[in-house]
């Protein structure tokens, strides 16, 4: 008899707890919107792949769905999240998602991804650089580069492969890096081929899958995140890379000027006639207040 009790009282209490709902949609919405909509949002988004809303993330990218629906194993995202499939994501990363986090965007998908009551589609940042008071720091500016430039500028998985001439813009220290040459001058954006290459001075322009360039007001936040000194998240100017590298290719557009970047061309090599008003190939090495010496200068 006090078995019979037993076992009825389990089964009451059994059936007096409430199943656990499925995720719904509004569950793993904020893991989407704080680690990859910095990426996967507005047109420019990588393959086409936006995750700022329900409908966008079930529409999928140009190369099919993103998420099947009751599949999590055969999901392109889930695979791109776990690091079955390269570049693993988000690109930020690491840190990647953690074990819980991808758990349960699985959950999601596997009880067939419902939508339930989802939250207001993700915004994309905004960039004002007018609002910002105070120096710019790399915080300001990283969104512009993961969302525009990393799909590319990235040690593997790039959209070309290989990060085009070993660039790679997934950090600051990467961005900043003048491991073969500097391309980031702190305090002196004309002299600094990222910014000349959103600009278009210098060619590839990029973004590479440009037209859209971008838009003036992140270019001016580039410039200005360089002239106030590349500074790191905290605000401290980067170190000027003295001795390093720079490759300049444009227009001259004054004696010891290409495309208004300053030069001391005493001394240098001069071949082939450089003209004002012409192309012409600079080489030089940065000095310890951010101009360029000279070392060769050469008519194109």
Same mark, same amino acid.
């Given at each position: ?8 009282l $389990? ?6 707890t409430p ?21 996967h ?7 086409g792949?936006?995750?700022?809303s ?15 629906? +009751?599949?999590?194993?055969? $999901?392109?995202?889930? @695979?791109?999240?776990?690091? /079955?499939?390269?570049?693993r994501?988000?690109l930020?990363?690491?840190? %990647? ?9 699985e #959950? %999601? ?5 419902? @939508? ?20 710019v ?12 430039c990393?799909?590319?500028?990235? /040690?593997?998985? +790039? @959209? ?5 001439? #070993?660039?790679?813009l997934?950090?600051y ?8 040459r500097a391309?980031?001058?702190? +305090?002196?954006p004309?002299? $600094?081929?990222?910014? =000349?290459?959103v ?5 590839? =322009? ?6 859209? %360039?971008l838009?003036?007001?992140?270019i001016?936040?580039l410039?200005r %995140? ?5 500074r790191?998240?905290?605000? @401290? ?5 003295v001795?390093?590298r720079? =490759? ?8 010891? /000027?290409?495309?208004?970047?300053r ?5 240098a090599?001069i071949?082939k $006639? ?7 190939e600079?080489?030089a090495?940065?000095?310890p207040?951010?101009s ?9």
């Amino acid at each position: 008899m006090l078995r019979y009790t037993l076992l009825a009282l $389990s089964l009451t209490a059994a059936l007096a707890t409430p199943a656990r709902a499925a995720p719904a949609y509004a569950d793993v919405a904020s893991i989407f919107n704080s680690r990859c909509v910095i990426c996967h949002n507005g047109p420019a988004a990588p393959n086409g792949l936006q995750l700022g809303s329900y409908e966008a993330i079930m529409a999928g990218s140009k190369n099919g769905p993103a998420v099947v629906a +009751g599949a999590p194993a055969g $999901s392109e995202l889930v @695979k791109r999240i776990r690091g /079955e499939r390269q570049p693993r994501m988000p690109l930020t990363g690491p840190p %990647w998602l953690s074990d819980a986090e991808v758990a349960l965007i699985e #959950g %999601w998908i596997q009880a067939g991804a419902p @939508k339930g009551n989802a939250p207001a589609p993700a915004a994309a940042a905004a960039v004002a650089p007018a609002a910002i008071s105070g120096p710019v720091n790399y915080g300001h500016v990283e969104p512009i580069l993961l969302s525009r430039c990393v799909k590319c500028h990235v /040690e593997t998985g +790039g @959209k070309m492969g290989p990060p085009p001439e #070993g660039y790679v813009l997934r950090s600051y220290a990467q961005t900043i890096a003048a491991t073969d040459r500097a391309r980031v001058i702190p +305090g002196n954006p004309a002299a $600094s081929e990222l910014l =000349r290459r959103v600009k278009g001075l210098a060619q590839p =322009r990029m973004p590479f899958d440009g037209p859209p %360039w971008l838009g003036d007001d992140e270019i001016k936040l580039l410039e200005r %995140w360089i002239a106030d000194g590349a500074r790191d998240r905290d605000g @401290k100017p980067a170190p000027v890379p003295v001795g390093a590298r720079v =490759r300049l290719r444009g227009t001259l557009t004054a004696p010891g /000027e290409i495309d208004g970047a300053r030069f001391d061309a005493r001394g240098a090599r001069i071949d082939k $006639s450089p003209r004002v008003g012409g192309a012409a190939e600079l080489r030089a090495t940065v000095q310890p207040d951010g101009s360029l010496l000279a070392e060769r200068l050469r008519g194109r």
